[in-house]
């Protein structure tokens, strides 16, 4: 028996010495990261595509709708370039945007995987609400996306506005624009694999010349257990009670994109992809006899499927682009329950959603003045398959910016927005009027100050609106959600530092939010604000380092009819950054996102404190030659299980996971 004592004891000392080495390794990478000693796999670099090189000023399309250097934009940007990208690791255009400053992660299963229509949302300084564009145009289905499954290796630069983008662009643009745009013309001839734990699988090829190209991508993950744990409460209904343990399996993303460059007018882009996902909850405890520990609640399989189509136009000022976008979604399987006896009922969610439309726009260029003016069109569909029903509106924009210079110094913008919607069900449309102002001060040729001021809309969805599925209420009556967006910002590029600072309020009315009741949810009507500074640098540092660094305060909170009161929303700290190291054939990246002092919301209860989460990978790429290249990526390098929810629900990050992979160029 003491032998035995012995040995548990050295067990005990081992785990205890474990966990601190975990705890001490987590505490050193936070510091360096907060302390701008580490390092982002988003330092910029030279690259195909890229819209500049390191240590000189981006230029950034997005924010004002015309090209225009970022010390030069009243509004706090980021771009994202194609050398970043692939210096992060990163496979898909979520697993680029974990870890940019002032974005709160969601993620619902490994590889970002998604659940159906529970996708995973962006949320830029506390807020939801994010216009997700491809190339310049809109790809949500009702409010949704799965930028999970646009491969890294397709896409050119990633633009990012935060702040309020409703007047330029419409409905969803409140918390911010992110701006994904593909590679176009000469792609890079290449092939790559990848094999990892937990049955990772990766699998890309870029094919083509100046005028057409073609990506092909797959990506796979076997089996993650226990990405989730929530309570099963009985009811007269259903008297299976207890606690249940989430399993995702076959993750599987299927993606082919084709990019035609007719000539220097025109060119055609095609995008499809699909998701595929198994979802079984497990009993880890059953509270009475109906069930046991082991026994299966359910099992859900979902399948997403895409089509994304765009035509673009440009020349002497005019911009030109229609599109078109169907999404598929496909739940089926079975849930059990107890009544008089056990039985097994058949899942089943299908539903479609289309938008096609237009948008047009012409830029002139005057003695002092610029002015652009455009208008937009959007047919949006959306059909619940299981219950029949079908719903379809029209949605018009009308928009225009006139960019005076005052002086040398000065410069003023004024923005406005007209848009209304036509043959609604039941003629429930919607109209909205809407205004920003922005002013910007040259401090010197590297340097300067803005003021923004600008309104932001969203329109309640189909989905919000009527029936979704079996466990949502309709709610017709919901009201268009209003806010304002204020910020005062600094940018600065020199000496190899790029600053930006930028102090905000968001203030916003009947925000559209979901609330779940313990068996079914409904959207209704809440207020929001936040309140932040934001702090950033990137440095392009010496001996083949370069850093980034960024810090964001804030405040988020919201108020419903149901609470009365403000309560806190997402996290207020947040700590972003990086280190990159090249080396003649070695490039080297670690990055991380650390958000703490956070809360959980749930529907009808008092936020509640979190854990902070930690997201960290560091990326390792050898290159021999010009033609042949190994990457090692390794995920969640600390072993952590962060919550990455923040609502009452808890989802997890999967365990550390490495991919190694292997690229030949042709």
């Known amino acids: 028996m003491p032998r035995v004592h012995i040995e548990i004891e050295k067990l005990i000392y081992k785990e205890g010495m474990l966990q601190m080495e975990k705890r001490y390794l987590g505490l050193t990478i936070a510091c360096v990261l907060s302390t701008g000693l580490s390092g982002s796999a988003f330092a910029q670099g030279n690259a195909e595509n890229d819209v500049a090189e390191y240590g ?8 004002t709708r015309n090209e225009k250097k970022d010390t030069q934009v009243p509004a706090a940007t980021t771009v994202i370039t194609q050398q970043q990208i692939k210096e992060s690791g990163a496979k898909n255009a979520a697993e680029i945007l974990s870890k940019v400053q002032g974005f709160a992660y969601k993620s619902l299963g490994p590889a970002d995987s998604a659940m159906g229509r529970m996708t995973n949302e962006l949320s830029i300084r506390g807020n939801n609400n994010v216009l997700v564009l491809l190339n310049g145009n809109p790809i949500a289905w009702r409010g949704k996306y799965n930028i999970d499954a646009i491969p890294a290796e397709s896409i050119a630069r990633i633009e990012i506005v935060r702040g309020s983008g409703s007047v330029l662009y419409g409905s969803e643009a409140m918390g911010g624009t992110v701006n994904i745009i593909l590679r176009k013309g000469k792609s890079l001839d290449q092939a790559s694999i990848g094999f990892g734990n937990h049955g990772r699988q990766h699998y890309n090829l870029n094919v083509g010349d100046e005028g057409f190209s073609v990506n092909y991508s797959l990506d796979k993950w076997n089996r993650f257990d226990g990405a989730a744990n929530a309570a099963v ?9 207890g606690e249940t343990q989430t399993n995702v399996k076959d993750v599987q993303k299927e993606n082919i994109g084709l990019s035609w460059k007719i000539n220097d007018f025109w060119d055609v882009l095609y995008n499809h992809y699909e998701t595929r996902t198994t979802y079984e909850r497990i009993f880890d405890r059953s509270d009475n006899a109906y069930a046991s520990a082991g026994d299966l609640y359910n099992s859900h399989r979902y399948k997403t499927e895409q089509h994304m189509t765009q035509f673009n136009f440009h020349d002497k000022g005019w911009k030109a682009s229609g599109y078109f976008n169907t999404s598929l979604m496909d739940g089926w399987g079975y849930d059990r329950s107890y009544g008089k006896r056990l039985t097994t009922t058949d899942y089943k969610q299908r539903e ?3 938008t096609y439309g237009f948008d047009v726009q012409k830029e002139w260029k005057l003695a002092k003045a610029d002015a652009v003016f455009g208008m937009n069109y959007q047919r949006e569909q959306f059909e619940n398959l299981t219950d029949y029903l079908k719903y379809a509106r ?18 003023a913008i004024v923005s406005a927005r007209e848009t209304w919607t036509s043959g609604a069900y039941k003629n429930e449309n919607y109209n909205n009027f809407s205004m920003a102002g922005q002013f910007l001060h040259k401090l010197n040729k590297d340097s300067s100050l803005y003021v923004s001021i600008g309104q932001s809309f969203i329109m309640p969805t189909f989905a919000e609106m009527y029936k979704s599925s079996d466990n949502s209420i309709p709610n017709p009556d919901l009201k268009p959600q209003t806010g304002i967006n204020y910020e005062v910002g600094w940018k600065k590029v020199t000496g190899g530092h790029n600053w930006k600072a930028a102090l905000f309020h968001m203030d916003v009315k009947d925000n559209i939010s979901a609330k779940w009741s313990g068996s079914s949810y409904r959207y209704t009507n809440e207020d929001f604000r936040n309140t932040g500074l934001e702090l950033s640098c990137d440095i392009a540092g010496k001996g083949g380092f370069s850093y980034q660094w960024s810090a964001l305060w804030q405040n988020p909170e919201s108020k419903s009819t149901s609470k009365g009161y403000w309560d806190r929303d997402f996290g207020r700290v947040q700590l972003t950054g990086g280190v990159t190291y090249k080396k003649a054939k070695w490039t080297s990246s ?8 956070r809360v959980q919301t749930p529907s009808g209860e008092h936020s509640y404190d979190a854990k902070p989460y930690f997201l960290t990978t560091w990326n390792t790429i050898y290159a021999p030659d010009q033609w042949n290249e190994f990457e090692l990526t390794i995920d969640n390098v600390l072993d952590r299980k962060d919550n990455t929810m923040h609502t009452g629900a808890s989802y997890y990050t999967a365990p550390t996971s490495y991919l190694l992979s292997y690229t030949h160029r042709f």
């Not at 000189?56 to 924010?63: H, N, R, S, Y």
């Not at 409460?233 to 009670?241: I, W």
């Not at 029209?394 to 040398?408: D, P, R, S, V, Y």
């Not at 670690?590 to 002092?597: E, K, N, P, Q, R």
């Open 56 to 63: 000189t000023e981006m230029v950034v399309v997005t924010a």
């Open 233 to 241: 409460t009985a009811s007269s209904r259903n008297k299976l009670a």
């Open 352 to 354: 479609k959603n289309t």
């Open 590 to 597: 670690l990055t991380g996102s650390y958000l703490f002092d």
């Open 394 to 411: 029209n949605n018009w924009g009308i928009f225009g910016q006139w960019e005076q210079k005052l002086n040398a110094r000065d410069t």
